[in-house]
């Protein structure tokens, strides 16, 4: 219970996981995660399944640009590095410097669903729709579906940002950016999983 | 709305109690009456099927009707009358079981249990919108896309879509309430088998669930917006839904039977008033029972034609599985041997459980073998066998669970009389009904049809079969009877221990304090309260002395998320309606809004309440 920290002194050097309520949300975030993991899997495991079911439409290698899904990668990871740094900031009891960083966040991912908004525009004007054929089904749905995440998770951080703009880091909210920051580094993993499994293994040859 | 820090004495109206509450005890109170409500529902659906089947050649209704009963009577008894009806014991019971004052997250305990309902709600709705579903409740792909299958099937999908959500964040909260809510001394090994299984079937509902939210989302996108993953022309492959189906099909069995295990191992040490045989055995059983469950899927689709060494291998684990089921049933057994038995109604319920679930388990084994699995394969042989299972064992565990926390929960038990005369009905009605359905299927009437032909030897079968399932009906009729005979003038119990149980959840008073436990007790050993009794003074150790009580506020979000979700699932499914009324887009975003809408301003920090030491004191004096 918040009440039982004593504050007086500063933040604990954990405020996320410092009290019972951080604990439960640090774990509950962790295991909503390990459940999100087998949803994209089973995504994953149907991409495979289907990616060669191009049923005469557009094939994959005559689609995907390696420049493009590079830009996208270094937006997002690179915007997993400062959700880190905002996280490091927090630790030390910096709130301008959590914020600042946790905004660069945010405008990194904007740029990278930017690009994924081009990317499926661009692929739906040279043919490939929704329902041209089962791969193009699977990509859009597996990609999208990260995609629909990225956006949650840009409107969870932005909640966040507008809520406590002026109010600095408390035990309550400590936990909430952590949470949201996790969240961020899972969609990251999720997309060097798509970067891999989807762009590289096609244009590989695999 | 309850936003203010001091709201402890604030009186509510009684309806807007219920619908913000975030206690556990009285969001438990809630999964039962809906767990309730669509067991009845989907239990008459299942008295129509066995009219219809009850002579050959029968016109009482149309194979269409009969198609979406099916479909109906499975989804709704699975996903919407068994799962809530053990969440509902798993949230009154485990709190109090590990000595917390609530669950991890009150407000999502209490945004679970109404984005299920929701859910059941917008499944239900199928009916007056052209039909329920109809391609069986494993929806099945051709069967079940936009070619096949009509609107019902958008209700399945986005309806099971919504209410499997709710139940996945539950598990969620139920999983980090047992992992760090307990009590001091509360360790691992010494939390009651009811803790251990709801932990288990939770985690099997993160990982069994999510395939399901995606199963579920691809059959949405192939019946809305034109999806190709099922359709071999397009380059898709029908396969692959009954893979997704039965990764999470078969975990899902052990989700619902893994908690009535956990309620029998609380029931029979109680009655046999001894210790529970083989605890850590017990334990390591669920836990092994868990990990084979992931490993046998692929014994649902031995006939689909994938081959002899998946067949094979899928075979040989889905055995195994034998192992720690039977480790359990000894256990059962040995902690009746010797003990002081009393087979009050709900102990009847729970030694009855034993060799019923036996006889499911041995056709378990039958069908586990490949090659015979395609003589038995769709026919009524396996209705017989899961019934066995899902009757036989989860059945008779939850009605166990409900008669042995009745008292605890409203404060007076249920008449013994009236729960015998339901027990036998209830046993004998269960044997009549699907005993013989083992060898109609074996002498091979397929499941799934609508009606047969006379003179095959299946006539007097059916019969039988159909007058059993009365009996049963009877027996249910009894039990609401009982519930509000009992209500009226049941003796009321004041003592916290009716039963002189074992664990726990018998420390505290009844009726419960709102904050269940006035100082969080000191757990010493297994089965606590006992322990307690025989070596202590007779009431558990404090471990914190006795002040303030922080208590979670209640709040109407939780009810207007899920009622966004409801109105976006059915924005979703007017887009396949030929005469929308209001544009489906609108609707979808009406939802849309609504439920993250609310999202955001629950961010608005909320820290609860404090019930003062007097008011503390006074209470313990009231109830004490």
């Not at chain 1, 998770?153 to 909210?173: C, D, E, P, Q």
């Not at chain 2, 007779?538 to 208590?551: F, R, S, W």
Request: aromatic share 16%.
């Amino acid at each position: 219970m918040s009440d039982h920290v004593d504050v007086s002194n500063g933040l604990p050097a954990n405020p996320e996981k410092s009290t019972i309520e951080g604990k439960n949300k640090f774990l509950g975030m962790w295991v909503f995660l390990g459940g999100e993991t087998i949803m994209f899997a089973t995504f994953f495991g149907t991409f495979l399944g289907l990616r060669e079911g191009t049923a005469g439409g557009p094939t994959p290698d005559e689609l995907f640009s390696l420049p493009l899904v590079f830009l996208m990668t270094m937006f997002l990871l690179t915007s997993s590095l400062t959700s880190v740094l905002g996280i490091i900031s927090m630790k030390k009891n910096n709130f301008k410097a959590m914020r600042m960083y946790f905004l660069v966040t945010v405008l990194l991912g904007l740029g990278f669903f930017g690009c994924e908004v081009y990317e499926f525009w661009h692929y739906n004007h040279v043919g490939l729709g929704y329902s041209v054929s089962a791969f193009a089904s699977s990509f859009y749905t597996l990609v999208g579906l990260h995609g629909a995440h990225v956006l949650f998770g840009l409107g969870w951080i932005t909640t966040l940002l507008v809520r406590y703009w002026g109010k600095g880091i408390t035990l309550a909210n400590a936990p909430k950016f952590y949470s949201a920051s996790l969240y961020w580094h899972f969609i990251d993993v999720v997309w060097v999983f798509i970067f891999t499994v989807v762009y590289l293994l096609t244009l590989g040859g695999a | 709305m309850a936003t203010a820090t001091a709201t402890a004495n604030k009186k509510k109206s009684v309806v807007w109690d219920w619908l913000t509450t975030v206690d556990h005890k009285k969001l438990a109170i809630l999964y039962l009456v809906a767990g309730t409500l669509f067991f009845v529902k989907a239990g008459l659906m299942a008295l129509f099927i066995r009219i219809q089947l009850m002579v050959p050649e029968n016109d009482f209704m149309t194979g269409q009707v009969f198609n979406e009963l099916i479909t109906m009577h499975g989804t709704i008894m699975l996903f919407l009358a068994v799962t809530p009806l053990i969440f509902g014991f798993m949230n009154f019971v485990i709190p109090l079981q590990i000595g917390a004052r609530d669950v991890a997250f009150p407000f999502i305990n209490a945004l679970g249990f109404w984005i299920f309902f929701f859910g059941g709600l917008l499944l239900s709705m199928s009916w007056f919108f052209g039909g329920a579903p109809d391609a069986g409740w494993t929806a099945y792909v051709p069967l079940s896309t936009r070619e096949y299958a009509g609107s019902g099937m958008d209700f399945y999908a986005l309806g099971l879509q919504v209410s499997g959500f709710g139940t996945l964040i539950s598990a969620i909260n139920f999983i980090v309430t047992i992992i760090n809510m307990r009590a001091p001394g509360m360790t691992m090994m010494r939390m009651p088998l009811f803790c251990w299984t709801g932990l288990v079937a939770s985690i099997l509902i993160v990982f069994a669930f999510t395939p399901l939210a995606a199963g579920l989302a691809l059959l949405m996108l192939d019946r809305l917006f034109m999806g190709q993953f099922f359709t071999p022309d397009m380059g898709g492959n029908s396969i692959l839904w009954a893979h997704i189906f039965w990764i999470f099909g078969h975990p899902e069995v052990y989700i619902l039977v893994l908690p009535a295990f956990g309620i029998i191992s609380e029931v029979v040490p109680a009655f046999s008033h001894k210790r529970l045989f083989g605890y850590t055995a017990m334990v390591f059983a669920t836990i092994v029972i868990a990990f084979l469950s992931f490993m046998v899927w692929v014994h649902h689709m031995f006939t689909i034609g994938i081959g002899p060494i998946t067949n094979s291998v899928f075979a040989l684990a889905t055995m195994t599985i034998a192992v720690p089921t039977g480790i359990k049933i000894f256990n059962w057994l040995f902690t009746m041997w010797g003990g002081k038995l009393v087979f009050n109604t709900a102990m009847l319920c729970a030694a009855s459980f034993v060799p019923t679930f036996v006889l499911g388990g041995i056709t378990g084994v039958m069908l586990s073998m490949a090659p015979v699995d395609y003589l038995y394969h769709d026919t009524y042989f396996v209705v017989a066998h899961f019934h066995y299972i899902i009757i036989g064992g989860i059945v008779f565990g939850l009605l166990a669970g409900l008669y042995y926390w009745y008292p605890k929960m409203f404060g007076h038990k249920l008449n013994e009389t009236l729960g015998k005369i339901m027990f036998w009905l209830l046993y004998i009605g269960f044997h009549l009904t699907f005993f013989i359905q083992h060898i109609l299927g074996l002498i091979g009437m397929p499941r799934r049809v609508y009606t047969y032909l006379g003179g095959q030897g299946w006539d007097t079968m059916n019969l039988v079969s159909s007058v059993g399932a009365f009996v049963m009906g009877a027996a249910i009729v009894v039990l609401v009877l009982n519930i509000v005979y009992s209500a009226f003038k049941s003796e009321r119990i004041t003592v916290s221990d009716p039963w002189n149980a074992r664990t726990l959840e018998w420390a505290t008073h009844t009726p419960i304090p709102e904050y269940n436990f006035a100082q969080t007790p000191q757990v010493r050993s297994l089965d606590p309260w006992f322990y307690e009794k025989v070596h202590g003074e007779g009431k558990m150790q404090p471990a914190e002395p006795l002040q303030d009580i922080h208590m979670p506020n209640g709040s109407i979000l939780p009810f207007l998320m899920s009622l966004g979700l409801f109105i976006w699932g059915f924005g979703m499914i007017m887009i396949n309606m030929d005469n929308p009324i209001v544009p489906p887009g609108v609707v979808i975003a009406i939802g849309f809004i609504m439920t993250f809408g609310t999202m955001v301003l629950h961010s608005k920090e909320d820290h609860g309440y404090h019930i003062p030491l007097e008011e503390v004191k006074k209470i313990e004096k009231e109830v004490g």
